[in-house]
């Protein structure tokens, strides 16, 4: 093999998506776009990692990638090839631990190599090498009740090491582990991954905490949300071992939050109002709940300092802060969430006179708005849920209409302008 061929060879993808988009049906209406013209692409020895919001579509990608999921549209390729059905090479680390209580520490590790068809003695083989790589060594015959969170989640890895997989994917793999032990699973991850003769030779990961994946991650790929799209790929070339209070990696982080908040709370000049607005999945107490926490501080916070505070992953707090703004409660400058004049008099407003507010903000919403206009219209004040889905199929119809028919209820509840009877599926003025 020449030079030109042999790079040529080695820049081809472990693996890639070209153009894909991912629909899934809804009982009613159209299809919901979960993904929409997604190209990406993971190489080998590199880190990639997946940030985003809720519903963006992270998981979504980790699954089509993996074979789980066939897209609606657009190519998958495993080595330049499309891929036909699951993907050999790729090894799962999951969210939740996904341990069977009744096995032992080796037989949780040895059942995914009895699945992949490998003979008894190496299943034995593998599984202690795997063992003793993640550093559970003398626990072997433990039960998933007997070892903490961080233990757990050392035998979901030991299990997807033991494959020996080319690929190592990893959703949300850190997130049910206490902050230090997160760090120091995270730092273990990546000297396995340093190793000479290495599996894996690339890893995709999932994750909505910036500082993570600056920490372990080459290319970070910004995803936004409602359909999950690709905002920007941000390579990271810092060097490692990587300092979490190091000022360049704050750099990136401070970075990463512009793109992102950009993103998701543009900062636009006024325009002509959408037929209708995009109504975030949020309950009312979440939205009363960031005007308190702002009035308690002055009236202003940075939205990843809010997140941090609330215990609350930023795309949720993202989505409450765009909630708030769409009452005209906060403004959004940049990274900030500040009290608009609406926000101030609805926090110093007594219980009553909060759900008047609501109910005037709300109204200000075309959904809202023509719902209330043709209860009026109807003798009766009185119309079916089917009425209020034929509205979000005509002039939304990206949304997941039931979803989306919740949080209508919920708001117009909390304002007192509607009521909403389960059984009969009918929708009443108050």
């Given at each position: 093999?020449?030079?030109?061929?042999?790079?040529?060879?080695?820049?081809?993808?472990?693996?890639?998506?070209?153009?894909?988009?991912?629909?899934?049906?809804?009982?009613?209406?159209?299809?919901?776009?979960?993904?929409?013209?997604?190209?990406?692409?993971?190489?080998?020895?590199?880190?990639?990692?997946?940030?985003?919001?809720?519903?963006?579509?992270?998981?979504?990608?980790?699954?089509?990638?993996?074979?789980?999921?066939?897209?609606?549209?657009?190519?998958?390729l495993d080595h330049g090839r499309?891929?036909?059905?699951?993907?050999?090479?790729?090894?799962?680390?999951?969210?939740?631990?996904?341990?069977?209580?009744?096995?032992?520490?080796?037989?949780?590790?040895?059942?995914?190599?009895?699945?992949?068809?490998?003979?008894?003695?190496?299943?034995?083989?593998?599984?202690?090498?795997?063992?003793?790589?993640?550093?559970?060594?003398?626990?072997?015959?433990?039960?998933?009740?007997?070892?903490?969170?961080?233990?757990?989640?050392?035998?979901?890895?030991?299990r997807a090491f033991s494959l020996?997989?080319?690929?190592?994917?990893?959703?949300?793999?850190?997130?049910?582990?206490?902050?230090?032990?997160?760090?120091?699973?995270?730092?273990?991850?990546?000297?396995?991954?340093?190793?000479?003769?290495?599996?894996?030779?690339?890893?995709?990961?999932?994750?909505?905490?910036?500082?993570?994946?600056?920490?372990?991650?080459?290319?970070?790929?910004?995803?936004?949300?409602?359909?999950?799209?690709?905002?920007?790929?941000?390579?990271?070339?810092?060097?490692?071992?990587?300092?979490?209070?190091?000022?360049?990696?704050?750099?990136?982080?401070?970075?990463?939050?512009?793109?992102?908040?950009?993103?998701?709370?543009?900062?636009?000049?006024?325009?002509?109002?959408?037929?209708f607005e995009h109504i975030p999945?949020?309950?009312?107490?979440?939205?009363?709940?960031?005007?308190?926490?702002?009035?308690?501080?002055?009236?202003?916070?940075?939205?990843?300092?809010?997140?941090?505070?609330?215990?609350?992953?930023?795309?949720?707090?993202?989505?409450?802060?765009?909630?708030?703004?769409?009452?005209?409660?906060?403004?959004?400058?940049?990274?900030?969430?500040?009290?608009?004049?609406?926000?101030?008099?609805?926090?110093?407003?007594?219980?009553?006179?909060?759900?008047?507010?609501?109910?005037?903000?709300?109204?200000?919403?075309?959904?809202?708005?023509?719902?209330?206009?043709?209860?009026?219209?109807?003798?009766?004040?009185?119309?079916?849920?089917?009425?209020?889905?034929?509205?979000?199929?005509?002039?939304?119809?990206?949304?997941?209409?039931?979803?989306?028919?919740?949080?209508?209820?919920?708001?117009?509840?909390?304002?007192?302008?509607?009521?909403?009877?389960?059984?009969?599926?009918?929708?009443?003025?108050?």
């Amino acid at each position: 093999m020449d030079a030109a061929t042999a790079s040529q060879t080695e820049a081809v993808p472990l693996c890639a998506l070209v153009r894909v988009s991912q629909e899934f049906p809804q009982p009613q209406g159209p299809p919901l776009r979960v993904l929409d013209d997604v190209t990406l692409s993971v190489g080998a020895g590199e880190v990639v990692a997946l940030l985003g919001p809720s519903g963006c579509g992270k998981s979504t990608i980790l699954r089509i990638l993996a074979g789980l999921t066939r897209p609606t549209r657009g190519e998958v390729l495993d080595h330049g090839r499309p891929l036909r059905g699951l993907n050999p090479s790729v090894g799962f680390v999951f969210q939740s631990f996904a341990l069977y209580p009744w096995m032992t520490v080796s037989e949780n590790v040895e059942a995914v190599l009895e699945a992949a068809g490998l003979p008894r003695p190496e299943q034995r083989a593998r599984a202690e090498k795997a063992i003793r790589t993640v550093g559970l060594a003398g626990f072997e015959e433990a039960y998933p009740r007997e070892l903490s969170g961080g233990m757990k989640q050392r035998v979901g890895m030991a299990r997807a090491f033991s494959l020996e997989p080319e690929l190592l994917f990893m959703d949300e793999p850190f997130s049910q582990v206490d902050a230090l032990t997160a760090e120091s699973l995270r730092a273990e991850v990546l000297d396995i991954f340093a190793a000479k003769g290495r599996h894996p030779s690339a890893i995709l990961m999932v994750s909505h905490d910036i500082k993570e994946v600056v920490y372990m991650a080459d290319r970070i790929v910004v995803l936004g949300a409602n359909p999950g799209r690709v905002r920007q790929i941000v390579e990271n070339r810092l060097p490692r071992p990587r300092d979490y209070r190091s000022p360049e990696l704050l750099r990136l982080v401070d970075r990463l939050h512009d793109v992102i908040t950009g993103a998701e709370m543009p900062d636009l000049p006024a325009a002509a109002a959408p037929a209708f607005e995009h109504i975030p999945s949020v309950h009312p107490g979440e939205v009363v709940g960031l005007l308190e926490y702002l009035d308690a501080r002055g009236g202003r916070e940075e939205v990843f300092r809010i997140a941090n505070d609330t215990g609350r992953e930023y795309g949720r707090t993202i989505a409450v802060a765009n909630a708030a703004e769409l009452l005209d409660f906060v403004d959004t400058p940049k990274r900030m969430v500040a009290l608009a004049a609406g926000g101030r008099r609805f926090v110093t407003a007594s219980p009553e006179a909060r759900k008047a507010i609501w109910r005037e903000s709300i109204l200000q919403l075309a959904l809202f708005r023509q719902v209330h206009e043709a209860l009026e219209r109807k003798p009766s004040h009185r119309l079916d849920r089917e009425f209020v889905l034929e509205l979000l199929a005509v002039n939304m119809p990206s949304e997941n209409y039931d979803a989306l028919f919740d949080v209508f209820v919920d708001w117009a509840r909390f304002g007192d302008l509607f009521s909403y009877e389960e059984e009969s599926g009918t929708l009443g003025l108050q």
